[in-house]
């Protein structure tokens, strides 16, 4: 039996067709694998099964009923729920007041019967093997957890149709593992999944069906059985996709980045960094392997002076930067991809071309005396947008409004050519397609073929063995050791990930734990 | 620019919220017993019914323009102030001040008493941004809290030593003249032209000048401001400084041109009606003309209104209560938008 079936769906984005004349149908217990180049309109599509969007024309049957879906309410009424990429959850409530909310089950009338939520939260973790505990609250829990209770979230308001928006690009390979299985179960239980994902092995390895998406239109739809993952990531990107890229061996040169003892402490004061130490050299990638929250954000932090630095020594090309203010190191020849490109990274409010321009607005030739020169700013986005092939309707379009992977492609570009001395690389493909993780990685070698230096986090084993010439793995605030790129395996990294090395002394609590606002760290009045 | 239908939504949402908000209004007038008709188009006339008429919904006008954009700036740089009743009131009377006790030709006397205005009014609105930035003290408790001392302090100097020996009432003396605003009819005087060319000023200040992209840049994403090496520190004070001395100018405009003398009662709540003003405008400096013009003949108007047709002159602030909540509401006001054609 088709669950769902879209028939025809267009959707327009001013200057953008996202989805043109699309149809697809998913079967009765059946993961379907949703693919498609950043930008193909992957999300819109599935935004308007979740009644987020109203397409221009096309029909939507749920169980083979004709439906219209004007909003959320109507799509979860309809058994349908959906994981966004970004959580809707909120931090400082418990897992059992975040599923209730909007749907509270109330005694009288007035009173909340939280006890009976958590029951059945209980029950339907245990009953999917989700194993969630109903009173712990958002903040306390890994994202891992948190992605599980928007799972949880979808099933408590009855979802048999799940659409799962890239679950897979915040998680760790553990965590991955764990989802697959969840999954599992809920198709033995009847539900059936749609699944959006980058990764071509995860889509080999979990999904019955594929359906590629290229320029909102459907592409083409096979068997998971019958393709091969270099199949698949052609129909996606039109082209053969490099898997393994070639590095070619480079002597290292003189010391970029040398970081001696350092250490800071977590937003919460906490030490999160307990006396690093280590060095990145001209033409050199070093990779920064570990399980997430080991200190990689401090880390990456206190190097880009977004943090302060407790004690210790960081010094760029010889020159110390420790706790200068960020506009100071950047001009030392800084560059930096954070993490996360929606709390740092971009003004999602600003447009492309303004986004482009962050670090060097106040220079020329954007800037004349105290005037902006659009002209050259859009001069520089169009050439930008062209050669990062980022998919935009234009270079005045708000940020906001582009796909989670063309984001991510602006702030790479924009990082790259400015062609820093050493480039800081928080998890830089993370949400990109396979064409565009092939290209940020010949990127990242061309800077490491020019000299530059590059410090390389990121939790994705593969990509840090891929390119590293040195892997160093982190482990509570500490490197717990070193492996270079060609002695580098999955195993011995992921053994050191988990801090075998021995039991490290805690360092005693930080005083004067910086304060909340962002502001205040680098007040230089 | 190009022009989506995005925009032209952005446009829509304030007009709507005023049509529904007469709409409304029209429903209190009828409680009150009056003629809807005769009420609205007495306020009509009100504000626009004669030369004189318009001359004085203009002098109400100039001094929203300024209390809006004061407001409007801040919060284009994530900052909410409240305090621009107390920055107007600051500088209104340093203005007196100096109008009255320095004997200066026009030429140099009136651009001295904008240059103090803007000091003084700055350094009030400088005074909570420095607060924030430093301390994290929130500029909405503090701002309301220099509300109260700009006001208690200000009317202690009428009532004391800056009072004017023979006056009546308690005010400053009359500034000398060299420091008079022109005027045109009435109390309208050349202020109007000077909130034009400031609205204009700020326009470009925010959308094309590199001091703008920082302060835009922080009051969307404070985060990623610091991330691009924008001390977001500096630009929070320096924007409560710019919002003061807007403020400080509508003060400045009041003493100068239409008061030519200071009291408490110069402001008609003018800093607080600026908060209306810049948000009914979306914090756009010219939506601010547009809005702060409205205000200013709803306010003028309403006078008329309860002479010619008796309807209270309440009925204008509900009115103007309504517009306020209708754009705050702005789902709401979304639902009238003629809708996408369902299938
Ligand atoms: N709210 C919006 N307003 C305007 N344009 C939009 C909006 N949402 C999406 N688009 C445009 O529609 C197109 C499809 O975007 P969509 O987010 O569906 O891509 P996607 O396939 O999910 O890509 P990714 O893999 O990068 O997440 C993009 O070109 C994007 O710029
Ligand atoms: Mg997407």
Redesign the pocket.
Known sequence: MKVVEMMGITKEFPGIKANENVSFHLNKGEILALVGENGAG??TLMNILYGLYQPESGEIYIQEKPVVIKDPNTAISLGIGMVH?HFMLIPPLTVTENIILGSEPVDGGIFINIDKASRKVKDISEQYGLKIDPFARIESISVGMQQRVEILKTLYRGAEILIL??PTAVLTPQEIKELFTIMRVLIEKGKSIII?THKLDEVKEISDRIVVLRHGKIMGEALTSEVSTSQIASMMVGRDVVFRIKKETIEPGEVVLDVHNVTACDDRGLPALQGITFNVRAGEIVGIAGVDGNGQTELVEAITGLRSVKSGKISLKGKEITNLPPRKIIETGLGHIPEDRHKRGLVLNFSVAENFVLMEYYKSPFAKWINLSYRAINDFAQKLIGRFDVRTPGKETLVRSL??GNQQKIIIAREIVRNPNILIASQPTRGLDVGAIEFVQENLLEQRRNGKAILLVSLELEEIMNLSDRILVIYEGSIVGEVSGEEATRDKIGIMMTGVKGEEEKGEKCVGAETVLPFVQNDEL | MKFHKEHLIEICIPVIAVILALIVGSIFIALSGKGIFNSYSALLIGAFGSKASLAETLVKTVPLIFCGLSVAFAFRCGVFNIGAEGQLLIAGVAVACVGYAIKLPAIIHIPLCFLVAIIAGGLWGGLAGYLKARFGAHEVITTIMLNFIALKFTEFLVNGPLREPSGVSPKTPHILESAELLRIIGRLNISIFIALIVTGIIYYLLNRTTAGYEVRAVGFNPLAAEYGGINVAKNVVLAMFISGALAGLAGCCEVLGVFRYFMPDISSDYGFQGIAVALLARNHPIGVLLSALLFGSLSNGATKMQVIAKTPKQIASIIQGLVIMFVAADMLVRYFLPKKKKE
Do not use: A, L
Request: charged content about 40%; cysteine-free.
């Open positions: 992957k999300s990429q928006d890239e959006i796909s989670g």
